[in-house]
């Protein structure tokens, strides 16, 4: 399919005043219609629906891209007078990222019907929904559409009068970052400080209150009953293969266009860039790209003359030219790709995250970047981990000397070796994410770095 014929599905386009957030307008549009059709049965047992939903290879949208009905799977089977509990990660404050709050504002629905079918097919007692503190008008829009769903039936005891039970509850977060990690997010529900819990155990056997839990992002559920609808088979062909189905792409920095657009996964990074966003700001060129949010390793871009006719070459004043991201032509918007764009000696190349798709022009300045994302981190760490708590701080610290133009040689040393410590020794990935972008922006734009090095005087013999 060419991205330009696609029609949105997660976020349609609904004409005149209609407004999907009105439950009469969304049954008109078929909403809720996936739900009758899994409480009657039609579409097999609970193993079933699961089954379709693995099938479909729905990858987690909120940043970890594990697939959806095999994380249903792993749940234990059910145990008379044992409640079971759907965590739903509506955190969101990954910076760059807005997917689920536009899903909140202009098709709630769709997302409380993909969450009921999810809490049928695991037997699940009760959804919470975990939403962000800044959120509070788009709180209020999911809590009318929720009332409207109660007020029909479709949530509560006894649903459609099928015998199976659901709630709902709507949950104010403190607006902590670290809460948009899962373990987190359940100590937080349970009225706890929201330092993330080791693993084993794991939720799906210890989760909420200490009973089976599954946690799934917004926009995954959302997904849920566009799979029961169109088939495993069309989500499976829509996009890239290994990553497939609608994704939502937050378009921000340096772009003619920016905003929210909903379109087939696996899109190039550079049709993204020239025709969805219109080209950079000014008539300059892009100097970076960062796919998936502040978490994830930017790509230098780089553009190389080609002639015309060249396929998916970028025409730029009377001339063309092929983009290449950290080295790599044809990167697109799903892991394998992203992941693909690596030099010799470098872990990873780059990740889809939350497709919170930032671009920089080639007048930002990486080094005063780099400190503002590494002073978020060190800003939102819980503490609890030494690695993080100090490591965090470190960052801050040393890159704030390159920025005031005082740090030593071996200061960029230091920060790799921080990296080091840091990555892959903590309770959960925030290290992991405030690492990332150091070590990967330090390696990537190291003239940068060293220009703001401070020359020293070196005695010799000593």
Same mark, same amino acid.
């Given at each position: 399919m060419n991205w330009r014929d696609y029609q949105p599905v997660v976020l349609p386009r609904v004409s005149g005043t209609d407004h999907l957030r009105? &439950?009469?307008v969304a049954e008109q549009h078929g909403l809720y219609a996936q739900l009758k059709r899994v409480l009657k049965g039609e579409l097999g047992d609970r193993k079933a629906v699961t089954d379709t939903v693995k099938a479909a290879n729905i990858r987690g949208r909120g940043g970890a891209g594990f697939n959806a009905g095999l994380k249903w $799977? =792993?749940? @234990?089977?059910?145990? !008379?007078?044992?409640?079971?509990?759907?965590?739903c990660n509506g955190d969101e $404050? !990954? @910076?760059?990222?807005?997917?689920? #709050?536009?899903? =909140? *504002?202009?098709?709630?629905?769709?997302?409380i019907e993909g969450t009921l079918i999810?809490?049928?097919?695991? !037997?699940?007692? +009760?959804?919470? /929904? %975990? /939403? #962000?503190? !800044? %959120?509070?008008?788009?709180?209020?829009?999911?809590?009318?559409? /929720?009332?409207?769903?109660? +007020?029909?039936? %479709? &949530?509560?005891?006894?649903?459609?009068? $099928?015998? /199976? $039970?659901?709630? =709902?509850?709507v949950h104010k977060g403190a607006g902590a970052y670290i809460c948009g990690e899962e373990t987190s997010l359940m100590e937080s529900l349970e009225g706890k400080r929201a330092y993330p819990r080791s693993k084993p155990p794991f939720p799906a056997q210890f989760g909420l209150w200490g009973k089976p839990t599954t946690i799934n992002n917004i926009e995954t559920l959302a997904h849920v009953p566009l799979v029961l609808q169109k088939g495993a088979d069309w989500y499976q062909n829509l996009g890239a293969k290994d990553h497939p189905g609608p994704m939502l792409y937050g378009l921000q920095g340096h772009l003619n266009r920016t905003g929210l657009f909903e379109l087939p996964s696996g899109m190039r990074l550079d049709t993204l860039?020239? *025709?969805?966003?219109?080209?950079? #700001?000014?008539?300059k060129r892009a100097k970076a790209v960062i796919p998936g949010g502040s978490s994830v390793p930017p790509l230098p871009v780089e553009y190389v003359e080609v002639s015309a006719g060249t396929p998916n070459a970028i025409a730029l004043e009377g001339r063309h030219y092929q983009l290449l991201f950290n080295g790599h032509p044809d990167i697109t918007m799903n892991a394998a790709s992203l992941d693909s764009a690596r030099q010799p000696g470098e872990s990873m190349g780059s990740a889809v995250g939350t497709t919170g798709m930032l671009v920089l022009d080639e007048d930002t300045d990486m080094v005063r970047y780099l400190y503002r994302i590494a002073k978020f981190y060190h800003h939102e760490s819980c503490g609890q981990c030494t690695p993080c708590r100090e490591g965090?701080?470190?960052?801050?610290?040393?890159? *704030? #000397?390159?920025v005031k133009g005082t740090a030593g040689v071996r200061?960029?040393?230091l920060l790799l070796d921080l990296c080091d410590n840091m990555e892959g020794r903590t309770v959960c990935a925030l290290a992991d994410a405030a690492a990332w972008p150091v070590r990967n922006t330090l390696r990537r734009f190291t003239d940068e770095f060293k220009a703001r090095v401070k020359t020293e005087r070196v005695l010799v013999g000593v």
């Open positions: 009105d &439950i009469a $799977s =792993f749940m @234990p089977p059910k145990k !008379e007078g044992l409640p079971r509990y759907l965590a $404050s !990954e @910076p760059g990222t807005y997917k689920d #709050r536009r899903i =909140f *504002e202009f098709n709630p629905h769709l997302f999810a809490c049928w097919a695991m !037997e699940m007692d +009760a959804a919470y /929904v %975990y /939403v #962000r503190g !800044e %959120y509070a008008d788009w709180i209020d829009m999911l809590q009318q559409a /929720v009332d409207q769903a109660y +007020a029909k039936g %479709y &949530i509560g005891d006894n649903i459609l009068g $099928s015998g /199976v $039970s659901i709630h =709902f509850y860039m020239y *025709e969805v966003g219109q080209g950079i #700001r000014g008539g965090t701080g470190w960052l801050q610290s040393l890159l *704030e #000397r390159f200061d960029m040393d």
